[in-house]
C-alpha cells in the first residue's frame, strides 16, 4: 500500500511526466503538426533520391515556388478557418497582373499608376465574392466557382480585345517597372545564395496572419465565425464585417503575388492561373485547416505550401516523368489528411 502510495505522489509531482505529457499532449493538438511530420517526411525522401535536391541553390528554387503559392495560402487558410472557401483566387493572381501591365502600358503611364489600379479592381472582387456570400446565404462555394468563370473569360477576352494577343506586351522600359521590381520580384543574396524576395514577404504575411489569428480580437472572431456563424452572431460578432473581410484578404494576397509575377516576368499570358486555387486550398488543408471550418492554423498553411514545393522541384531534382507530379501531389493530400486526423486523434485521447 505504502508503494503505490508511493508511486501516486511521484506521479502527481510537477516537473515529472505530467508537464512533459502536458506539453506534448499540446503538441499533437496544433493544428500544424502534421504538417510538419509531413514536410519532413517529404524533405528526407527527396534528399534521399534527388541529390541534387541537397544543394543551396536548388533548395532556394524549392522556396522560391512555395513562396508564390505560399503568400495566397495565408489568406486562404484565414479564410477557411473563417468557414469559407474563394475559388476564384487562381485568376485573380492573373486578373491583377493584367490590370496593372496593360493599364499602365495602353495609356503609357508609370507603372505605380497600373499597380495602384490593380489594387483597386484586386479588393473590388474580394468585396464583392464577400457581400454576395453574406447577402444572399449562397455557398461560397458556388459564389466564386461563378466568379472563377467570369474573370476567367475576361482575362482572356478583354486582353484580346485591347492587346490583339493572349498575351500582355513586356512592359520592362516603362517608366517605374525598376522600383517596383525591386520592391516585388528582386533578388537577395543571403551567404551566397540568390533568394527571391518573395520568400521575405511570405515569412511576413506568415507571421502577420498568425499575429491576427493568435493575438487580436479579430483573429477570435474568425475562429468563431467558422465554428458556428449563429452563435458568434448571438454574442456580438460582426459575422458579415469579419468573412467579407476574409475575402479582401484573399484579394489583397492574390493581387501582391500577381505583381510579383508581372515585375518578374515582364509579361503575363492570360490563360495562366487556372487550378492554382486549389494549390492554395490544399496547402491550407495539408496545414491543418478543416473544411469545415473553425479551426487551422496560418503557420500549417506555410508547411502545406512548402511540402507543395518540395515536391514540385524534387520530382524534377529527382528527373522523375513530371507527368507524375499530379498523381504524387494527391497522395500527399491524401496523406498528409490521414496523417492529421490520426495525430489529432491521439492528442484527443490524450487529453481523455
Same mark, same amino acid.
Given at each position: 500500500?505504502?508503494?503505490t502510495?508511493d508511486?501516486?505522489?511521484?506521479?502527481r509531482?510537477p516537473? &515529472?511526466?505530467p508537464?512533459?505529457?502536458? @506539453?506534448? &499532449?499540446r503538441f499533437l493538438?496544433?493544428p500544424?503538426?502534421?504538417?510538419?511530420?509531413? =514536410?519532413i517526411?517529404?524533405?528526407?525522401f527527396?534528399?534521399?533520391?534527388?541529390?541534387a535536391?541537397r544543394?543551396?541553390?536548388s533548395?532556394?528554387s524549392?522556396l522560391?515556388?512555395s513562396?508564390t503559392?505560399?503568400?495566397?495560402?495565408? @489568406?486562404? @487558410?484565414?479564410?477557411?478557418?473563417?468557414?469559407?472557401?474563394?475559388?476564384?483566387?487562381?485568376?485573380a493572381?492573373i486578373?491583377?497582373?493584367?490590370?496593372?501591365?496593360?493599364?499602365?502600358?495602353?495609356?503609357?503611364?508609370?507603372?505605380?499608376?497600373?499597380?495602384l489600379?490593380?489594387?483597386?479592381?484586386?479588393m473590388?472582387?474580394? $468585396?464583392?465574392?464577400?457581400?454576395l456570400?453574406?447577402?444572399?446565404? +449562397?455557398?461560397?462555394?458556388?459564389?466564386?466557382?461563378g466568379t472563377f468563370f467570369?474573370?476567367?473569360?475576361l482575362n482572356?477576352?478583354?486582353?484580346k480585345?485591347?492587346?490583339?494577343?493572349v498575351?500582355t506586351?513586356d512592359?520592362?522600359?516603362m517608366?517605374? $517597372?525598376h522600383?517596383?521590381?525591386?520592391?516585388?520580384a528582386?533578388?537577395?543574396? &543571403?551567404?551566397?545564395?540568390?533568394?527571391?524576395?518573395?520568400? $521575405?514577404?511570405?515569412?511576413?504575411?506568415?507571421?502577420?496572419g498568425t499575429w +491576427?489569428?493568435?493575438?487580436?480580437?479579430?483573429?477570435?472572431?474568425i475562429?468563431?465565425v467558422?465554428?458556428?456563424a449563429?452563435s458568434?452572431? =448571438?454574442?456580438?460578432?460582426p459575422?458579415?464585417?469579419?468573412?467579407?473581410?476574409?475575402?479582401m484578404?484573399?484579394?489583397?494576397?492574390?493581387? !501582391?503575388?500577381?505583381?510579383?509575377?508581372?515585375?518578374n516576368?515582364?509579361?503575363?499570358?492570360?490563360?495562366?492561373?487556372?487550378g492554382?486555387e !486549389?494549390v492554395?486550398?490544399?496547402?491550407?488543408v495539408?496545414?491543418?485547416?478543416?473544411?469545415?471550418?473553425?479551426?487551422?492554423?496560418v503557420?500549417?498553411?506555410?508547411?502545406?505550401?512548402?511540402?507543395?514545393?518540395?515536391?514540385?522541384?524534387?520530382?524534377?531534382?529527382?528527373?522523375?516523368n513530371?507527368?507524375?507530379?499530379?498523381?504524387?501531389?494527391?497522395?500527399?493530400?491524401?496523406?498528409?489528411?490521414?496523417?492529421?486526423?490520426w +495525430?489529432?486523434?491521439?492528442g484527443?485521447?490524450?487529453?481523455q
Open positions: 500500500m505504502s508503494q502510495l508511486t501516486a505522489s511521484l506521479q509531482e516537473g &515529472v511526466a508537464s512533459t505529457r502536458t @506539453a506534448f &499532449v493538438g496544433r500544424e503538426t502534421g504538417a510538419l511530420a509531413g =514536410a517526411a517529404v524533405y528526407l527527396f534528399y534521399a533520391f534527388a541529390p535536391f544543394d543551396a541553390s533548395f532556394a524549392v522560391y515556388v513562396s503559392f505560399g503568400i495566397p495560402a495565408v @489568406a486562404v @487558410a484565414l479564410l477557411m478557418i473563417g468557414g469559407e472557401f474563394d475559388l476564384s483566387a487562381g485568376v493572381v486578373a491583377a497582373a493584367l490590370a496593372a501591365s496593360m493599364f499602365s502600358y495602353q495609356l503609357n503611364t508609370n507603372m505605380w499608376i497600373g499597380v489600379v490593380s489594387f483597386g479592381i484586386a473590388a472582387i474580394g $468585396f464583392i465574392n464577400g457581400y456570400v453574406v447577402t444572399t446565404g +449562397i455557398p461560397s462555394f458556388l459564389v466564386t466557382l467570369m474573370i476567367q473569360g482572356l477576352a478583354v486582353t480585345l485591347i492587346t490583339g494577343n498575351a506586351s512592359v520592362s522600359n517608366q517605374g $517597372f522600383s517596383a521590381h525591386e520592391v516585388f528582386s533578388t537577395i543574396t &543571403v551567404g551566397g545564395v540568390a533568394l527571391k524576395v518573395t520568400l $521575405f514577404w511570405w515569412i511576413g504575411f506568415v507571421l502577420v +491576427i489569428l493568435r493575438r487580436t480580437r479579430v483573429g477570435n472572431w475562429f468563431a467558422g465554428g458556428s449563429t458568434a452572431r =448571438a454574442v456580438g460578432v459575422v458579415k464585417q469579419v468573412k467579407v473581410g476574409l475575402f484578404a484573399v484579394s489583397f494576397l492574390t493581387w !501582391f503575388t500577381g505583381m510579383h509575377l508581372l515585375f516576368y515582364n509579361t503575363i499570358q492570360s490563360g495562366n492561373g487556372i492554382n !486549389f492554395y486550398i490544399i496547402s491550407a495539408v496545414g491543418g485547416c478543416l473544411l469545415t471550418g473553425g479551426y487551422g492554423s503557420v500549417g498553411a506555410a508547411i502545406g505550401a512548402l511540402i507543395f514545393g518540395m515536391t514540385n522541384q524534387g520530382i524534377v531534382y529527382a528527373g522523375w513530371p507527368d507524375w507530379f499530379k498523381f504524387f501531389l494527391g497522395a500527399i493530400l491524401l496523406a498528409a489528411i490521414l496523417l492529421n486526423n +495525430i489529432r486523434g491521439r484527443e485521447e490524450a487529453n
